[in-house]
Nanobody
Framework: QVQLVESGGGLVQAGGSLRLSCGASGVLFSSLTMGWFRQAPGKEREFVAAISWSGGTTVLADSVKGRFTISRDNAKNTVYLQIFNLKQGDTAVYFC????????????????WGQGTQVTVSS
């Protein structure tokens, strides 16, 4: 059973940066494709980024390209989401998710989810 735990969220001023982490346990982490999604109040959960098991393939939503990067450290069983130049529109709960197989942007394709970490961007 895959267990995912996100951390690194918080209250940040617009223009600031954050690095979110997601640690995995209960599984061979290097066999997983990992994704990040976010859900703002009253909105659907949306795809943010995904990374293949090796880190060789990354996918970013158009809305975050240029400000977000996704990376992973298989030795630490951790995937990261680095966010630069935070905007108020980035305020959301950020979730990491995992799946076997290639990178996907559809949330239905991910089989395990963390509980989420709140990111709040103030003006």
């Amino acid at each position: 059973q895959v267990q995912l735990v996100e951390s690194g969220g918080g209250l940040v001023q617009a223009g600031g940066s954050l690095r979110l982490s997601c640690g995995a346990s209960g599984v061979l982490f290097s066999s997983l494709t990992m994704g990040w999604f976010r859900q703002a109040p009253g909105k659907e959960r949306e795809f943010v980024a995904a990374i293949s098991w090796s880190g060789g393939t990354t996918v970013l939503a158009d809305s975050v390209k240029g400000r977000f990067t996704i990376s992973r450290d298989n030795a630490k069983n951790t995937v990261y989401l680095q966010i630069f130049n935070l905007k108020q529109g980035d305020t959301a709960v950020y979730f990491c998710a995992s799946r076997y197989g290639g990178t996907q942007i559809l949330r239905s394709m991910y089989t395990s989810w963390g509980q989420g970490t709140q990111v709040t961007v103030s003006s």
